[in-house]
Each structure stands twice: as C-alpha cells, then as structure tokens.
C-alpha cells in the first residue's frame, strides 16, 4: 500500500491531473496483488451508478446558460443601483452578487469568471486597487459551493449516504455569514481608502432606477426560489430541481433575448468538459476508495488519527480544518472528497460530533481551500479574470482568506449554527 501512495502524490506533485494520478495508483495495487485488470473498470462504472450524480452535470449546465445568457449582468446591475453609493458599496456588490449567483451554479471558479468580469472594471473606476479587487472576487467566489445548490455537497452527500436536501439547507446559514463578514472586511478597507470615499461620493441613489434594475434581474433572482423551494416542498429531488431549473434558465434567456441560438453549441460543449472531468474524477476516486478500503488502511489511519487526538473532539476539529484546508488548495474538491471523506469523517462521528454538521463543515473547509495560497483553484480564476500575476491576487486576497478562516472556528465549534436551518425545516440532525 506505501507504494499506491508514492504513486499517487508522486505523479500528482509532477503534474499529472488527479484522475489518472489515482487511475494509476489503483492500477499499482491491482497489480502488485495479483487482481484482474477488469476490476478497474468495475469499480470506475460503479463510482458514477448513482442517480443523483446526475444532478452535477445538470446543474453545470444551468450555470452555464446564466453566465452566457448574460443573466449575471442584470444581477449586479441590480446590486450595483442599490448600494453603488456607499463607500464600499461595490465591494459590497461584489460579494452578494457572487452569494446570489452561487446559488445559480454552485461552482466557485464559474462565480469568479462570471462576476469578475463584470464587477472588477467598475471597482477599479471607484478607486479600489487592482489587487484588493481581484482578492475580494477570488475570496467571494468561494461562496459558490458553499450556498446551495452546491456540487460539492451533491458528491459530499452521495459519498456519505446524508441528506442533499439537509446539507442544503445547512449551508444557508454559513454561507450568507461569510458573505456579511467579508462585506464588512471590504467596508473597513474602503474607509480607510480616500479615493474609494470620494468617488463614492459622486453617485447619488436613485429608487426609479433602482427599481428598474430589480425589474430587469427579478426573472434572474426566481431561479434560486424555484429550485430551492421545488426541494423544501416535496415537489422535486435536487435532480429532477436542476432539470427544471435547465428548462426555466432556457425560457428566461430565450424570453430576454440575452441567449441566441449560435450560443448553444459553445454552452453545451463547455458544459460537456467540466461534468466529464468532474465524473471522471468522482469514478477514479471510487477506485482508491476501493483499494482504501480493500487493503484496511483507512482502519489504519483512524486509529493513528484517534490516538493523536486523544479521543478530544475539539482537537480533532482543529485537526480537521488544518487538513482540510491543505488538502483544500492543493487537490481538487471532488476527489479530496471522496478519498478523506470515508476516513476521516467517522472518525468524528465516533467522537460525538453531528454528521451534518461534520459534512457541512467539511464542504466549507475545502471551499476555502479555493483561496489559500498557493494553488487555490480561484486564484488561478482571478488571475485570468483580472490579468495580473499570480502573486499580486494574493497580496490582495489575504485579509479575505484570513476572514474565512478565522469563521471556521466559531462554524466548527458551534455546531448550532450550521444545524439550526435544518432543524427548524424538520430535519432530525
């Protein structure tokens, strides 16, 4: 088993993507036992037999046909004519803008590519810095996988056999936190920031206006109630709810005139390259899974884990998130998933904690990951959005990552406040 491990980071830390990292480390230990290569395409088809895996590539799709529609425009239109006028009022823009088409397509490097590109002209026309922009982007777009619909919870909770619906539903609560604090991050520095202040200044509310642009972003804000309230009411699963929202994106987009036909190609096939890495990701880490669990190092490991915390949940907590948040910015979400998941989780469980709440936090810990240097998956994002190197977003990015991880504390050891959305739903967590 060392060696499936020395093949897996190694291949990894030359470069070689995740997937064929683990196809290859799998192969190893088929291999070095004895096995029959055929096993390796039962364990790849078996990690996709899932009906609600289908809902990753739906709902892929339904942020695709937003962002081309020019959907996203309308919405920070909208945010941009209400509060445009405050010292920080972009920044707060920014981020709710982000908060609201997360819940569109729940992908944090979509966000950032869809919002950064609209938001970061106009935050550098009232004054903010180039870095400070381009951080604050990066650092919202992690928002994305955090308020539902989430593909990250999908997989997370197809992997654990949990409640989509509930993990939904406990997402709310810490997502829209992190979004207020990082307003309030952005308000601070914009205080202390006299360009932002004076050209603040010179932009007046207009309600008649303001109104307008509600109007024009009110077909855009339904989708998030149509999905979310299709799920809490019984009416569809998260599936069927991003077949639905695909339907209702297409009739809004057609119906505004912000979608053409010549687009569908280029939507579908860029829908067609992310959904076929995710699953091919979510199949390769069936295989380690597998090999995991086979060979008995996962009992191996927990058994390491609980010794080193002395059987104290609050030491395996903090534990958690410094994994979490390492594993977080140097491999993708999906696959860190779905190999740490099983091991590391019913560790937690024997100790006491709420597996909803181990779940969601879970989630949220890899999601900040996006935004740690120095692999962040937004990073890169905002790099390509804004232009600049790679070391200036991250000058800029730092107050906002250490807002968020700081926020992993109290979201770690008060579970309630994860737990109370669900609750008051009817979940029994």
Not at 37 to 50: E, K, M, P
Not at 224 to 245: C, D, H, M
């Amino acid at each position: 088993m060392t060696l499936v491990f020395i093949i897996l980071f190694g291949l990894m830390l030359v470069g070689v993507p995740v997937a064929f990292a683990i196809i290859s480390s799998g192969v190893a230990y088929l291999a070095t036992n004895g096995m029959s290569i055929l096993t390796l395409s039962q364990r790849l088809i078996y990690g996709l037999n899932s009906f609600t895996l289908l809902a990753v590539p739906l709902f892929i799709l339904v942020g695709n046909l937003m962002d081309f529609g020019g959907i996203s425009k309308r919405l920070t239109d909208w945010a941009k004519s209400l509060l445009g006028w405050m010292p920080g009022g972009l920044g707060i823009v920014t981020v709710f803008s982000c908060a609201i088409f997360a819940a569109l397509t729940g992908s944090g490097p979509a966000t950032v590519a869809a919002i950064g590109s609209i938001m970061l002209p106009s935050m550098l026309k009232s004054g903010y810095s180039k870095e400070s922009s381009a951080g604050l982007v990066a650092a919202a777009g992690a928002l994305g996988p955090i308020i539902p619909p989430s593909i990250p919870m999908i997989i997370y909770g197809v992997t654990m056999s949990l409640s989509i619906p509930a993990m939904f539903a406990a997402g709310i609560v810490p997502g829209l936190l992190i979004a207020v604090v990082l307003c309030l991050v952005n308000v601070y520095f914009s205080f202390k920031n006299p360009e932002v202040r004076k050209r603040a200044g010179e932009v007046k509310f207009d309600f008649k206006y303001s109104l307008k642009m509600f109007w024009k972003a009110l077909g855009a804000l339904g989708l998030p109630v149509l999905i979310l309230g299709g799920i809490y009411g019984g009416i569809f699963t998260p599936t069927e709810s991003a077949a639905v929202g695909i339907v209702y994106a297409l009739i809004l987009g057609f119906a505004l005139k912000e979608l053409k036909i010549k687009d569908m190609p280029k939507i579908l096939i860029s829908s067609l390259k992310t959904s076929t890495m995710v699953n091919f990701i979510i199949a390769a880490a069936s295989l380690f899974s597998w090999v995991v669990s086979r060979s008995q190092v996962g009992k191996v490991i927990s058994k390491g884990f609980i010794s080193m915390v002395g059987g104290n949940k609050n030491v395996y907590l903090i534990l958690l998130i410094l994994i979490l948040l390492v594993v977080g910015c140097l491999m993708d979400n999906v696959a860190a998933t779905l190999i740490l998941a099983p091991i590391l989780i019913p560790i937690g469980v024997s100790l006491g904690c709420n597996p909803l709440h181990l779940g969601v936090l879970f989630c949220i810990c890899l999601v900040v990951g996006f935004v740690t240097p120095p692999f962040g998956y937004n990073l890169f994002t905002a790099v390509s959005v804004s232009g600049l190197k790679f070391n200036q977003v991250v000058k800029g990015v730092i107050p906002y990552v250490i807002t968020e991880v700081v926020l992993l504390v109290p979201l770690a050891f008060f579970p309630d406040i994860i737990l109370c959305l669900p609750r008051a739903m009817g979940f029994s967590y």
